[in-house]
């Protein structure tokens, strides 16, 4: 079993930076991929970035430049840098961790970017 909980989000104007942190806790030897997702409201789940257990990372096109994944396999926490953010970046933002075949979720952190 492995817990997440992110932390970091919050309100922020167009063109500023946060940062989200994901920490993680139980069997975290055996995690391998981690990723953070986003959800905006009326819209699916998808993808922002992974990052391997070797630290080969992942970004889809939207946040490419702007967004940068990392982790500390020592604190067992992975991190979102967001910066430049855009209005369309409001989202819950997810921590999502791979052991095997399984994933794992946390509950989520709210960024809103306002204009």
């Known amino acids: 079993q492995v817990q997440l909980v992110e932390s970091g989000g919050g309100l922020v104007q167009a063109g500023g930076s946060l940062r989200l942190s994901c920490a993680a806790s139980?069997?975290?030897?055996?995690?391998?991929?981690m990723f953070w997702y986003r959800q905006a409201p009326g819209k699916q789940r998808e993808l922002v970035a992974l990052i391997s257990s070797g630290g080969s990372t992942d970004y889809i096109d939207p946040v490419k430049g702007r967004f940068t994944i990392s982790r500390d396999n020592a604190k067992n926490t992975v991190y979102l840098q967001m910066n430049s953010l855009k209005p369309e970046d409001t989202a819950v933002y997810y921590c999502?961790?791979?052991?095997?075949?399984?994933?794992?979720w946390g509950l989520g952190t709210q960024v809103t970017v306002s204009s």
């Open positions: 999502c961790a791979t052991v095997s075949s399984r994933a794992y």
């Open positions: 139980g069997s975290t030897v055996n995690i391998n991929t």
